[in-house]
Structures are given as C-alpha cells and as structure tokens.
C-alpha cells in the first residue's frame, strides 16, 4: 500500500512516516524542503519525496501524487508564532484537505481511498452531541475570534464529515483528535474514545506525537480499526498508570 502523507516534515509527521516505514509501507510525502526530515528516513528504499508545497501544486499535479495511493494523511498545521498563526495562508489545513479530496476523487480509484486528518481535542464533533461545559464553549468562541488556526482545523473537519459525510463511494476518512501533545522518545500505552472524556481547555489530557503516529499506522494498517473509526473523530491519550 502507498501512502501518501502531507506535513510530513512536522513534529508529528515525521514520526507517523517513521511509523508506516518500519512497517513496511510504501511512502510518497510532499515537503518544501527535505532537510526537515530525518536522515534515516530520507535514505529509506520505500519513501519517495515530492518537494513542493501543497497549496502551490496544480490539480493535475496533485491527481498524479495521489494517484497509486490506497491512503492519505494530513498531519498539516499552523506553527505556534504570530506568522504561523497569522499570516497567510490562514486555511492552510482546509484548503490542502479540499484539494486532496479533488484530487482523490478526480483520480477515479478501483477502490475507496482511506483518508485520515490530524485534527485536535478541542475541535467538536458536531455529529455527536459531545458534552462541553460553559466555561468551553466561551472560550472556544475566543478562539474562533482571535486564533484563525483553531477555525481552520474546525472547518477542515467539518468539510470530511459534511462533504464527504458517511457514504462517499471513493472516500473514507477518520480524523483523529489528540488533546495535549508533547514529546516521548517511545511509544507507550494509549486509548481511544469516541468523544473527549476530559475538557481539553480545564482539564487536558496528554497525547505523545509518537504514538498518534502509532494509532493513524494502525488505522492504515488494520482493517479492524479503521472499520471502528471509520467517518468517526476518534480522541487519543496517553494512558496514565
């Protein structure tokens, strides 16, 4: 199977392709500049880079990248400083989803194409009435107002769940929402839920990059879990002992 991965380059991206390449995968990723990723995965037989960037490619040039592969994967985001979060292109995430989506479906596939979106905690499911406490809700609409990242990742999600929906004959997709993240040198223990179990804004959980490059593998990979996770926003978090 050939994946191909977009944010590759990113704290989280390039555990993922770390990931799926010791699995025995086939990877394609498009980065602006190789440097970015680590030299064992540069050097491995199974990866193929594309360096471009994504919003700047032509929908022919896209339908070719796509084309072959049985999945996609943004791991794409705003880096956390006033240019990232506030300079162009503010729907960096929606604009890459919607024309990987084109392109998919432009590319005429013999089999639906698995599409998986590295989204937050923070962001709702609106498919499911997920519990939010009043306190969030306030401080959600801040954000909406004041971090044009945070409504990126919501609308990014919400054209998969609204434009794609449940029963698109050449897309499936999952968005898989980490709360907290930060950096562990291994994979650990993690779980899964439909839905945050904890207030991602009071009370947030932990979730290491390293393995929710571990779970979206595991999407890819096993047909059990995808079938679970399939056109759901599945949280994960490390699991406290």
Not at 65 to 88: D, E, Q
Not at 126 to 154: A, M, Y
Request: charged share 20%; net charge negative.
């Amino acid at each position: 199977m050939v994946t191909l991965v977009v944010g590759a380059s990113g704290a989280t991206g390039r555990l993922l392709v770390a990931q799926l390449l010791e699995r025995g995968e086939h990877v394609r990723v498009i980065v602006r500049s190789k440097t970015a990723l680590p030299d064992v995965v540069t050097s491995h037989d199974n990866l193929s880079i594309i360096q471009a960037s994504v919003l700047n490619l032509s929908i022919d040039e896209m339908i070719g990248y796509v084309s072959g592969c049985r999945a996609v994967v943004s791991c794409l985001g705003h880096n956390l400083n006033i240019k990232g979060m506030f300079w162009p292109p503010r729907r960096l995430v929606t604009d890459a989803v919607r024309r990987l989506c084109a392109a998919v479906v432009a590319s005429n596939p013999a089999d639906p194409v698995k599409f998986v979106l590295m989204n937050t905690a923070g962001n709702s499911n609106r498919d499911l009435d997920e519990e939010i406490s009043i306190g969030q809700k306030w401080v959600i609409g801040l954000l909406r107002l004041l971090l044009p990242p945070h409504v990126d990742n919501e609308a990014a999600a919400d054209f998969l769940r609204t434009r794609i929906g449940q029963n698109d004959a050449t897309i499936e997709w999952a968005v898989v929402r980490p709360d907290a993240l930060v950096d562990d040198d291994e994979a650990t223990a993690f779980t899964v839920h439909p839905s945050p179990i904890r207030s991602a804004i009071f009370d947030s959980g932990k979730t290491s990059r390293i393995n929710v490059g571990c779970f979206i593998a595991d999407l890819l990979g096993d047909q059990e879990t995808w079938t679970r996770w399939m056109g759901k926003m599945p949280v994960i978090y490390n699991r406290e002992e």
